[in-house]
């Protein structure tokens, strides 16, 4: 069982920039994958951007609406996943959950996927004002 505790929510105003880490109880690379997702009030939760450790590892992946603007980052020393988000915009205010997926998937863009994920860590919330 990998539990996940993310960190480093807030509020920011419009073009600032916020670095959330997701602390894993193990290693990280013993999961195919983590990703960030959020949820904004009202709507559904959706895919933000992954990081691969097994087959690909490193390669990264982003949502269209963040590309440019947010990184996605490992250190596993410290079995900790991070999300870099810069130029923040008042439409990326939401509770930001990072998930691990213990096998890969298959399928075009399987990864944006919150089924195909197996932990979850609780959530911190991301507030961006105008």
């Known amino acids: 069982q990998v539990q996940l505790v993310e960190s480093g929510g807030g509020l920011v105003q419009a073009g600032g920039s916020l670095s959330l880490s997701c602390a894993a109880s193990?290693?990280?690379?013993?999961?195919?994958?983590v990703s960030w997702f959020r949820q904004a009030p009202g709507k559904e939760r959706e895919f933000v951007a992954a990081?691969?450790?097994?087959?690909?590892?490193?390669?990264?992946n982003y949502a269209d609406a963040v590309k440019g603007r947010f990184t996605i980052s490992t250190n596993n020393a410290k079995n900790t996943v991070y999300l870099q988000m810069n130029s923040l915009k008042p439409e990326d205010t939401a509770v930001y959950y990072c998930?691990?997926?213990?096998?890969?998937?298959?399928?075009?863009?399987?990864?944006?996927?919150?089924?195909?994920?197996?932990?979850w860590g609780q959530g911190t919330q991301v507030t961006v004002s105008s």
């Open positions: 193990e290693r990280t690379f013993s999961s195919d994958r």
């Open positions: 998930a691990a997926a213990r096998y890969a998937c298959s399928g075009y863009g399987c990864y944006g996927n919150s089924n195909e994920y197996d932990y």
């Open positions: 990081i691969r450790f097994w087959w690909s590892a490193g390669t990264t």
